[in-house]
Nanobody, 124 residues
Framework: QVQLVESGGGLVQAGGSLRLSCAAS????????VGWFRQAPGKEREFVAA????????YYADSVKGRFTFSMDNAKNTVYLQMNSLEPEDTAVYFC?????????????????WGQGTQVTVSS
C-alpha cells in the first residue's frame, strides 16, 4: 500500500511557475511507475507526465513538453513537477499516482494509488 500526498498548488499569473510535490509513505516509489495527471472542471482526467521504474524514462504530454519537468528525490521518497511558463489552460486539479510497472502509463485507469490532488489556478 502506498499513500500519496501532493502539495505546492496555488494561484499564479500566466507565465509564472509552480513546483508540485508528491510524497509517498507506506512504501517507497521503488518498483512503481509514477505519473502526474490533471483534471479541469467538466473534463476527463488527463495524462501530464510519468516516470517508468527500472528504465527511469520520462514521458510528457505534448501540451506540457518543454515547460514541465518531472523529477524524483529517492532519499525523500518524493517526486516533483516543476511547471514553468504556465498558461490559463493549465488550470486544473493535479494528481500524482503510482502503479506497478507495466503498460498503460498514460491511462489513469492503470494506476492503483492516487493522492488527493492539489489545485493549480493560472490567471490571464
Amino acid at each position: 500500500q502506498v499513500q500519496l500526498v501532493e502539495s505546492g498548488g496555488g494561484l499564479v499569473q500566466a507565465g509564472g511557475s509552480l513546483r508540485l510535490s508528491c510524497a509517498a509513505s507506506g512504501r517507497t516509489f521503488s518498483s512503481y511507475d509514477v505519473g502526474w495527471f490533471r483534471q479541469a472542471p467538466g473534463k476527463e482526467r488527463e495524462f501530464v507526465a510519468a516516470i517508468r521504474w527500472g528504465t527511469g524514462n520520462l514521458y510528457y504530454a505534448d501540451s506540457v513538453k518543454g515547460r514541465f519537468t518531472f523529477s524524483m528525490d529517492n532519499a525523500k521518497n518524493t517526486v516533483y513537477l516543476q511547471m514553468n511558463s504556465l498558461e490559463p489552460e493549465d488550470t486544473a486539479v493535479y494528481f500524482c499516482a503510482a502503479k506497478t510497472s507495466g503498460i498503460g502509463y498514460r491511462r489513469p485507469s492503470s494506476y492503483m494509488y492516487w493522492g488527493q490532488g492539489t489545485q493549480v489556478t493560472v490567471s490571464s
